[in-house]
């Protein structure tokens, strides 16, 4: 039997180079070795508000994203959140389990609800536990995800340890995969920040369907930093940052990408990382426009007709450990 991944992404905003570097583009190679389960989590989407039209193109959208990174619906399952209600139904369950003071202690909820928890929707507060429902369902071995998700994952191994102890064995404890490289991409104008869709500024992320011309704008404008050296270097985050995006485009080790730079300035450093992503993306690109709408609407169906009845299984699992009448053993 081989082990099970699961991981996912909102369809809100625009996927960006950060989600395909830190998440997708792992997601694909790991989908051989392990069963995975790939979901486009559109109820964490409505954690903030939406425009319903728009989130219903955006989820489809983001199906062909996936397609178009690698993900291969003949090996890997790819399904909408919504599509399989046993994801709200153990989310409730594990609300009952978690702790107020651990999720006010997640950083996302302090950022996202811009530090006014008085105005911040409940479901955002309690969105690392829909993620945790999300995982356990699948009984996950490894979720691949950006740094930026290690805390929620976190929690998720705390609740299916606790529900494992208080009702006996029935959750996989999950463990993260982040990747050495690329598993925190910066923002291009703001290096402090991680880039994010939705940064206000536009600048700050190269969106996987930008047009070349606009990526060549964007990566000329980044900030860089007071140095002249291309080179790794912690304290200059601005520059191995874009060193990170050239690494990870062209394939090259990190002394190599230096060494290919050495005694080169930044406008020649630029020019070249704006063509290495291009090129990367172009393909990438094409790739979205391939799919129909009835192949997606198909590949969706049997995705989720296939993560149900795994998703029932745990569930009714857990409704007969805890005695929630109803449950078939
Ligand atoms: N900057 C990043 N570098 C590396 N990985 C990243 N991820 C997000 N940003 C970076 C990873 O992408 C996956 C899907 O993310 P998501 O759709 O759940 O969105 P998010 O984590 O909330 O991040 P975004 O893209 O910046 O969206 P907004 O602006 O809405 O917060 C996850 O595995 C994530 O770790």
């Given at each position: ?36 389960f ?36 003949e ?28 999720l ?32 356990l ?12 998700q ?15 102890r ?91 990408a ?6 080169k ?5 630029k ?46 699992d ?11 053993t």
């Amino acid at each position: 039997m081989k082990k099970r991944i699961f991981s996912g992404a909102q369809p809100t905003g625009n996927l960006h180079l950060g989600n395909y570097l830190g998440a997708l583009k792992n997601w694909v190679n790991l989908q051989n070795e392990y069963e995975s389960f790939f979901c486009i989590v559109n109820l964490h989407a409505v954690t903030l508000p939406q425009n319903p039209e728009v989130l219903r193109q955006k989820t489809l959208d983001l199906a062909r994203i996936y397609l178009a990174s690698g993900v291969d619906p003949e090996i890997s399952t790819i399904f909408i959140q919504s599509d399989v209600s046993e994801h709200a139904e153990l989310a409730w369950i594990l609300s009952c389990i978690a702790r107020m003071g651990e999720l006010e202690r997640m950083t996302q909820f302090k950022d996202k609800g811009k530090g006014n928890a008085e105005r911040a929707g409940v479901g955002l507060f309690t969105y690392p536990v829909l993620m945790a429902s999300d995982i356990l369902l699948y009984q996950t071995h490894l979720v691949p995800v950006g740094k930026d998700q290690k805390q929620h994952l976190e929690l998720s191994r705390d609740l299916a340890e606790r529900f494992n102890r208080d009702f006996g064995e029935t959750f996989v404890v999950p463990e993260p995969f982040i990747p050495p490289v690329g598993a925190n991409i910066l923002s291009l104008q703001e290096p402090a920040k991680k880039m994010s869709k939705s940064d206000e500024n536009a600048n700050g992320s190269i969106f996987l369907l930008d047009d070349a011309d606009t990526i060549t704008k964007k990566i000329k404008r980044a900030v860089t930093d007071s140095g002249t050296t291309i080179e790794f270097d912690e304290a200059r985050p601005a520059i191995s940052n874009l060193l990170t995006i050239y690494q990870l485009m062209t394939g090259k080790t990190p002394a190599e990408a230096e060494a290919h730079f050495g005694g080169k300035g930044y406008g020649h450093f630029k020019s070249e990382l704006a063509e290495a992503v291009v090129e990367f993306l172009r393909p990438f690109q094409q790739r979205v426009k391939d799919f129909d709408d009835a192949e997606l609407n198909k590949i969706l169906k049997d995705g989720a007709e296939k993560a149900r009845l795994i998703a029932c299984e745990t569930l009714r699992d857990v409704y007969a450990k805890m005695g929630i009448v109803g449950a078939e053993t």
